[in-house]
C-alpha cells in the first residue's frame, strides 16, 4: 500500500519534472558576446531562426538578423547601454510583431507598441508580425478610385488613385512633409484611416507634424508611428513594416489606407548602418546589395484588394531627400522605379515663393490619371501641356526686348495658372473648390487681373459659386461631368464676382 503510494507519487513528480524541462527547452538561452551601435553578437542559440525576438536582461529586445555558424547577429530595438558581455541572452520563440487595431488611431506610438504620448498603456490586444507576404496578384484589383490630396496641383496634374505608391521626393526643406501631412489633413470625414510612419527625424520636427494634426482635427483618423534619429538603427529599420502591418489590419478590414513614410532615405541610412556594423559586405554608396530588395518589399505590400478580398485599399506616400537635387543618386532611382510616379518638389520653385514647390515637369503619376473623375478630367486636361509650354516661352522671353502680342498674352496667361497653383500650407480645398477655379483661369477670366490679388479673388470666387450653386458643387464632388451649360451658368457667376473685383484690381 505504502509502496503504491510512493510509486504514485514519484510518477506525478516525475512528469512535473518533465513538464518544466520541456518549458525550459523552449525558451532557449544563449551568451552575449559583445555590444555597440545597436548591434549585438551573441553565442549558442541552436534553435534561433531569421527575425525571431531576442530578450536581453532588463527587458531589451533584439531581432536575429544575421545567422553565422559560430554566432548570431542581433539588431538592437532598446538602448544598450545597461548590457555587459557575458549576460544570458533568451530566445522569445515570437517573431518580431507590432500591435494592430482600431484602438491605435489618435495615438502616438513607436514600432513595438510603446506609448508616446503620455497617454494610457495600450490595451494587451492582437499582434501580428511585422514581415508579411504582400499580397498576391489574384487578390488584388486595379486602382481606380481617386485619392484626393486637396492640393490643386497634385489632384489636377499629378492625381494619385487609392492603392497607389506615389514618392515625394526633393532636397532638404522643400515642403515635402507638407505636402503629405496636408493630405492627411484632407481625409477628414472621408472615412480613410492615415498612417504617419516618422523615420530618423529629429523628435521636434515629429512633435510639429502631430502638433498640426491635432491643430486641423486630423489625428482622430490617423495613428502617428515614430522611430526618432536617437532611436537604435534597428527600431528605425523596422519601424516603417510595423506601421504597414498596423495599415494591413485595416485594409483587410475593407477599408481605404493612406500611409506615410518619412523618410525613407534615413530608413536606408539605418539599415546601412546596420550592414557595416554586421560586415556585410558594401556596395554602390557603401549600402548593401539587398538595400532595392528591402524598400520593394515594403511597398509591394501597397494596394488595392479585390472585391472578394473586401475592397480595401493601402495607398503609400514614400518621401525621399535628395542631396543638390541629385535624383539619379542610388535610393532615389531605386525608388523611383519602385513606386507608380513621383512628385518633384524643387527647392528653386520653393525660394521663389511659388508654394507648394511641385516641378510639374518633373512629377508623374503612372496610374493616377485613370483615377481622375471625368469631370476633373475636362477641366484639367490641356492643363498640363499649356504650362509646361508657358515655363518654356517664359524662359525664351527673358531674353527678348520685344515680344508680339500672342506671346505677351500666352505668358500672362501662364503667369495666372501658376498663381492660381499656389496653395498655402494645411489648406486643403475640396473637389468642387478646385474645379471652379481651375475652369476661371481656363476661360482666361482672370488674365485682366493683377497677380497678387488673385488669390484673395479666387477665395470669393469659391465661396459664392458654392452660394450660389450648390446641387451643381455636389455634382462636381460626386464626380459628375457638368455640361456646357451647366459650366456656363458657373462662369456667369464667377463673372458676376469678379465684375466686383475688377474696379479695385484696376486701381492698383
Ligand atoms: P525637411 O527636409 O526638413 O524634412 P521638408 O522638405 O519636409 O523639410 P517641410 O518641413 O514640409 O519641408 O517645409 C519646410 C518649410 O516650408 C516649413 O517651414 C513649412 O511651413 C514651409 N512650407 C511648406 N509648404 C508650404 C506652403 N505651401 N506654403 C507656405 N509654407 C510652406
Ligand atoms: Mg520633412
Same mark, same amino acid.
Request: proline fraction near 4%.
Given at each position: ?59 531589451? !529586445? ?20 545597461? !548590457? ?72 489636377? !496634374? ?5 492603392? &497607389?505608391?506615389? +514618392? ?108 557595416? +556594423? ?20 515594403? +511597398? ?22 535628395? &542631396? ?58 490641356? !492643363? ?18 520685344? +515680344? ?105
Amino acid at each position: 500500500m505504502l509502496q503504491e503510494l510512493l510509486n504514485e507519487s514519484m510518477d506525478t513528480l516525475r512528469t512535473a519534472i518533465e513538464a518544466n524541462t520541456a518549458s525550459l527547452k523552449s525558451r532557449e538561452t544563449g551568451t552575449l558576446l559583445q555590444v555597440g551601435g545597436g548591434i549585438a553578437l551573441v553565442k549558442g542559440l541552436p534553435g534561433v531562426t531569421s527575425e525571431a525576438l531576442l530578450e536581453f536582461p532588463g527587458g531589451v !529586445l533584439g531581432v536575429a538578423i544575421n545567422l553565422e555558424p559560430d554566432h548570431v547577429g542581433v539588431m538592437l530595438l532598446d538602448d544598450s547601454d545597461q !548590457l555587459t558581455a557575458g549576460a544570458e541572452v533568451m530566445l522569445t520563440g515570437r517573431e518580431t510583431d507590432a500591435p494592430v487595431g482600431a484602438g491605435l488611431i489618435g495615438r502616438v506610438i513607436d514600432a513595438t507598441g510603446r506609448v508616446l504620448d503620455r497617454g494610457k498603456a495600450l490595451h494587451s490586444g492582437e499582434r501580428r508580425p511585422i514581415e508579411r507576404d504582400a499580397p498576391a496578384i489574384i487578390d488584388r484589383a486595379p486602382v481606380s478610385i481617386p485619392l484626393e490630396t486637396g492640393i490643386k496641383a497634385i489632384d489636377a !496634374l499629378i492625381p494619385i488613385g487609392r492603392g &497607389q505608391r506615389e +514618392l515625394i521626393v526633393g532636397d532638404r526643406q522643400t515642403g515635402k512633409t507638407s505636402l503629405a501631412v496636408d493630405t492627411i489633413i484632407n481625409q477628414r470625414d472621408r472615412n480613410m484611416v492615415c498612417i504617419y510612419c516618422a523615420v530618423g527625424q529629429r523628435g521636434t520636427a515629429v512633435a510639429r507634424v502631430v502638433d498640426t494634426l491635432r491643430k486641423n482635427e486630423a489625428m482622430a483618423h490617423t495613428i502617428v508611428v515614430v522611430a526618432s534619429d536617437e532611436d537604435p538603427p534597428g527600431l528605425r529599420f523596422i519601424t516603417p513594416y510595423a506601421a504597414t502591418t498596423m495599415a494591413e489590419f485595416f485594409m483587410e478590414k475593407g477599408q481605404d489606407v493612406l500611409i506615410v513614410f518619412d523618410d525613407l532615405t534615413r530608413h536606408a541610412r539605418a539599415y546601412r548602418e546596420l550592414s557595416l +556594423l554586421l560586415r556585410r559586405p558594401p556596395g554602390r554608396e557603401a549600402y548593401p546589395g539587398d538595400i532595392f530588395y528591402i524598400h520593394s518589399r515594403l +511597398l509591394e505590400r501597397a494596394t488595392r484588394l479585390s472585391s472578394d478580398r473586401g475592397g480595401g485599399s493601402l495607398t503609400a506616400l514614400p518621401i525621399i531627400e535628395t &542631396q543638390a537635387q541629385d535624383i539619379s543618386a542610388y535610393i532615389p532611382t531605386n525608388l523611383i522605379s519602385i513606386t507608380d510616379g513621383q512628385i518633384y518638389v524643387s527647392p528653386t520653385l520653393f525660394h521663389k515663393g511659388l508654394l507648394p514647390a511641385i516641378d510639374v515637369g518633373k512629377s508623374v503619376s503612372r496610374v493616377g490619371g485613370k483615377t481622375q473623375y471625368a469631370a476633373f478630367r475636362s477641366v484639367a486636361s490641356d !492643363l498640363r501641356l499649356s504650362y509646361s509650354q508657358f515655363e518654356e516661352l517664359e524662359t525664351f522671353a527673358r531674353f527678348a526686348t520685344r +515680344l508680339d502680342d500672342e506671346t505677351r498674352a500666352t505668358i500672362e496667361h501662364g503667369r495666372r495658372v501658376r498663381e492660381v497653383l499656389k496653395q498655402s500650407e494645411h489648406r486643403p480645398l475640396r473637389a468642387s473648390e478646385q474645379m471652379v477655379i481651375l475652369k476661371t483661369v481656363n476661360a482666361r477670366l482672370l488674365d485682366d487681373i493683377v497677380l497678387d490679388q488673385i488669390s484673395d479673388a479666387e477665395a470669393a470666387i469659391q465661396q459664392r459659386v458654392l452660394n450660389e450653386l450648390p446641387e451643381l458643387c455636389e455634382r462636381m464632388e460626386a464626380g459628375d461631368k457638368l455640361d456646357d451649360s451647366q459650366w456656363q451658368q458657373v462662369l456667369d457667376v464667377v463673372k458676376k464676382e469678379l465684375s466686383q473685383l475688377k474696379p479695385d484690381s484696376q486701381e492698383r
